[in-house]
């Protein structure tokens, strides 16, 4: 069994007003480069980043090779949409030599404070079950609403998960959803994809998907508040041996 992290970089940021929020430098660094560093001291085998084609240069240059990111063994072209994307850094793995049995994880370069613990604990579960996603519990109440934005429904607290990233998947069946949403995609049919979990529900929408609870600091950098809460998390992590 081997394990590919294949980690998103391609986004553009229209909520950071289109500035790319995987180069943002966070004390120094790029916001990249800390889960790309989880990852290298996990036990995942391979890492593969998929990045605007305008910048698979950069990517190399001044993050992976400056920082000795020994684990990527490919830095590829994404596409127009996050399923594109991410279908294009399965094609890598599949040329890479992965097949039914190893298993993918598909993680937002966004994300840079996953640990590399959780990343095994991951990866432990999804041995056991083939599909398992990094999520923790709501801590607000949730309200369902209708179309004109009055509350139907009050959903129970604790039935609530607000779903993160890595999320992974046997190999071949994640890659066989991807292919499958493609396919979709390119006849024309209107596909809403928020996340790869529910590239698998699409494919098979009775197949179980774990949940595993991770640190609630596993943020996605998003808006400029979370540029400042991002630096106190790396101040605290520095303070505590991290």
Not at 57 to 86: H, L
Not at 91 to 112: F, M, N
Not at 142 to 164: C, F, I, S
Not at 210 to 224: A, G
């Amino acid at each position: 069994m081997k394990s590919v992290a294949i980690v998103l970089a391609a986004g553009k940021g229209r909520r950071m007003g289109n500035i790319r929020k995987q180069y943002m430098l966070i004390k120094g660094k790029e916001v990249l480069f800390y889960s790309l560093w989880a990852f290298m001291k996990s036990k995942v085998d391979d890492i593969i980043i998929v990045c605007g084609e305008e910048d698979i240069d950069y990517v190399k240059e001044e993050i992976v090779e400056k920082y000795g990111v020994s684990k990527v063994k490919s830095v590829v072209a994404g596409g127009s949409e996050r399923y594109y994307s991410v279908h294009e850094g399965l094609k890598e793995a599949k040329r890479l030599g992965y097949e039914e049995g190893d298993i993918a994880l598909i993680h937002d370069g966004a994300r840079p404070f996953i640990l590399s613990t959780e990343i095994n604990a991951l990866i432990d579960e999804t041995l056991l079950c083939k599909a398992c996603i990094a999520a923790n519990k709501a801590k607000d109440t949730v309200k369902m609403v209708d179309d004109e934005g009055n509350v139907a429904q009050t959903p129970e607290r604790d039935r609530v998960w607000m779903v993160q990233t890595p999320q992974c998947f046997d190999f071949a069946l994640i890659k066989e959803a991807y292919d499958n949403v493609i396919q979709r995609a390119v006849r024309g049919e209107f596909i809403q994809i928020t996340d790869d979990a529910m590239v698998l529900e699409y494919f098979a929408p009775t197949f179980k998907i774990k949940l595993v609870e991770c640190s609630y600091n596993n943020i996605k950098i998003t808006t400029p508040e979370d540029v400042v809460y991002a630096e106190s998390i790396i101040e605290n992590r520095v303070k505590e041996g991290i």
